[in-house]
């Protein structure tokens, strides 16, 4: 009896999807023969996922190939969901640990960390949670102990989250206690990044309304720096990340008085 692949077919596709983007994104370029024997899959295959992927406009084909579309490579949230989530539940868990008792206004920007402190915040009463992330809205919205605020304004479909003038209007009249910021990059030389100019204004206003101001992030997103800067790592109280994170960057932030805590992963 032949055994059935170690997971099923839609996630191996997303597997897939996550791996071309993500070697786009570090290297700008890859070959469909060598990504295919990477893989594991047929060369058709990877041109089936390459064609799907330049129709979403997330990459341009080329003779035996894909290059980076746009220089710098967005992965879509859909594609993030599932990558390390047990790092991200980790940070998640302390971060609900730095937040005070009591009743207080909480913010929280898309992502996939921020959604992981989202589905803890639903546990907490007397909170008002504010958010410009409609995949976090609907985690919230019916949940009878968060009141929850969304801020409106046009949709950016990468990153589920809300941007422009309406957007930044709500968020400009809200006084927020603690905001939880999710980043494509964060380094102590230059701060809060990321890939989209749009998206890095309104999560600029969130920071700059927000009394605390906690950063949520995996390993992976520390000491990169991205197209649109956000704010200067002196705007971050707390940066809340995993053991992967590069020590030499976290020596530099905290240097900066910026509280650096590492989540711990349960034992396995």
């Keep these: 009896m032949t055994s059935g692949p170690p997971w099923p077919t839609a996630v191996r596709q ?3 999807v996550s791996t071309l983007l993500e070697r786009l994104a570090a290297t700008g370029s890859f070959s469909i023969a060598g990504i295919a024997v990477e893989l594991g899959v047929s060369r058709a295959t990877i041109r089936r996922d390459l064609a799907a992927l330049e129709e979403q406009g997330l990459l341009t084909r080329t003779h035996g190939g894909a290059v980076a579309r746009g220089g710098s490579v967005e992965l879509p949230v859909r594609y993030r969901a599932d990558r390390d989530r047990g790092q991200k539940q980790a940070i998640a868990r302390a971060a609900m640990r730095a937040l005070p008792s009591g009743p207080c206004v909480v913010a929280v920007n898309g992502g996939t960390t921020t959604r992981e402190v989202a589905r803890l915040l639903a546990s907490r009463s007397e909170l008002t949670v504010v958010t ?3 995949d976090i809205a609907m985690e919230l919205a019916l949940q009878p102990r968060v009141r929850l605020v969304v801020t409106g304004g046009r949709a950016r479909n990468r990153s589920c ?7 930044e209007r ?20 230059n701060g809060v990044s990321t890939h989209d100019a749009t998206e890095a204004h309104i999560n600029a206003i969130m920071i700059e309304r927000s009394r605390r101001v906690v950063v949520v992030a995996d390993g992976t997103k520390i000491g990169r720096d991205l197209l649109a800067h956000v704010a200067p790592a002196s705007a971050v109280d ?4 995993d053991s992967s994170a590069a020590a030499p960057e976290l020596a530099a932030m905290r240097a900066q008085d910026i509280t650096v805590t590492i989540a711990d992963l349960p034992a396995h």
Excluded: K
């Design 132 to 134: 410009n992330a409609l």
């Design 14 to 16: 997303s597997h897939r």
């Design 170 to 189: 709500t968020l400009g009249s809200i006084n927020i206690d603690t905001a939880f910021i999710g980043v494509d990059g964060i380094s102590a030389r």
């Design 161 to 167: 989250e809300l941007v422009g003038p309406w957007a």
């Design 238 to 241: 707390e940066l809340i990340t």
